[in-house]
C-alpha cells in the first residue's frame, strides 16, 4: 500500500518560515520526482517546486529563491523550507509522487497539510 504522509503545516506570521516534510511508504522512493503542489481556496491546484531523482530542481517563479526543496533516499522523504512566508502562499500543501517506468505512469498524493501566513 503506498503512502504519502506530510506534516510540519501550521500558522506562520507574514515573513516567517516553516519547513513541510513528506514520509513515503510502499514505493520504490529514490525512482521517484518528487513534487509540491498548493492548491488555495477558488483556485487551481499548482505545482510549486519539483525535485527529480537525480536531485535537479525546479520552483514556481512567485517562491523561487524563498522556498529550498530536498529529498533524503534513504529515508524515503521529501522537504519543502519555506522561508520569507507571504499571505498569498496561504493553501494546503500537497506532496506528490511521479513516475513513468516501463510504460506505465505512477502519480501518488498525500492528504495534504494547511499552510498559513497571516497576522
Known amino acids: 500500500q503506498v503512502q504519502l504522509v506530510e506534516s510540519g503545516g501550521g500558522l506562520v506570521q507574514p515573513g516567517g518560515s516553516l519547513r513541510l516534510s513528506c514520509v513515503a511508504s510502499g514505493i520504490t522512493f529514490n525512482l521517484y520526482t518528487m513534487n509540491w503542489y498548493r492548491q488555495a481556496p477558488g483556485k487551481q491546484r499548482e505545482l510549486v517546486a519539483s525535485i527529480t531523482s537525480r536531485g535537479g530542481t525546479n520552483y514556481l517563479d512567485s517562491v523561487k529563491d524563498r522556498f529550498t526543496i530536498s529529498r533524503d533516499n534513504a529515508k524515503k522523504s521529501v522537504s519543502l523550507q519555506m522561508n520569507n512566508l507571504k499571505p498569498e502562499d496561504t493553501a494546503v500543501y500537497y506532496c506528490?509522487?511521479?513516475?513513468?517506468?516501463?510504460?506505465?505512469?505512477?502519480?501518488?498524493w498525500g492528504q495534504g497539510t494547511q499552510v498559513t501566513a497571516s497576522s
Open positions: 506528490n509522487a511521479v513516475l513513468r517506468f516501463s510504460f506505465k505512469d505512477y502519480d501518488w
